[in-house]
């Protein structure tokens, strides 16, 4: 359970390096394009200090990468940033945290988990946290059949990495390797949306490179690969119920550190969020 809440933790402090970039220019699907390109040339560039043989891949475990770096961050990243686009931030949170439900139901049909009343729970009380800790309630954001079907495409995605990730640990792999090869295939799709005419020139600062860095290291690689080690030791329903602490730690970082106000939604949201840790 831990190493999915350091996941989750790692993920939730993401604004601290995307509110920077915002502010420098790059626009929300440049920076996720620019992360899955230079996570992929880290972790290329990490393999001389790692065992064995990383990069050997045999034909039968193509597919759960792929699955890992294409379905679920390539195409989580373009449905959740279409959906913000269309609506607001706190709507595509809310409909992003969907995810949980999908890695359950997902989890029950491939991996037979038990479908129990406790699970159930857990899953009503993450999805309701993220209700209150976005403040989508009365927010005025648009929930249009569009944004509908975008935002839980994006939970559908992201909830994939989950699978698929499951899928490629019964294969043998370990988590390297499958953080490793799920980001191979995710640079390499993100070299064709991202704009380099507007994000090549951002790249000549030292603070883009630090802020980036960050991204890399802090938000992608330390998360993922926790994430895919926590699949080996917990059910992947639960993992994704106890991972979805992210908007509880996004909300800290922003009464914190961007001195946002603080709300009793909020505050409401994140108890049923780390309740349904506990439940679940």
Known sequence: MLLALLAGSCWGIISLFIRRLNAIGFSALDIAALRSILTALALLAAIPCTKGKPLRLKLRDIWCVAGCGILS????????????????????????????????????????????????????????????????????????????????????????????GRFAQQHGLDSFKITLWTFIFAGFAALFYLNWGNSLPLLCTPLSWLCLAGLVLISTILPYYTYTAALKLLQPSTAAIVVAIEPVVGSLVGILIFHEPVSASALVGMVLIIGAMFVG
């Open 73 to 164: 961050i390539t195409l989580f990243n373009c449905c959740y940033f279409a959906t913000m686009q269309r609506s607001t931030v706190n709507v595509a949170v809310v409909l992003l945290y969907t995810s949980p439900v999908f890695v359950t139901l997902l989890s029950c049909a491939f991996f037979g988990e038990r479908f129990t009343h406790r699970k159930l729970l857990a899953l009503a009380m993450v999805v309701l946290g993220c209700v209150f800790v976005s403040g989508v309630i009365g927010s005025g954001g648009r929930l249009t059949p569009t944004v509908l079907c975008l935002g839980l495409c994006s939970g559908l995605f992201y909830a994939l990495y989950s699978i698929f």
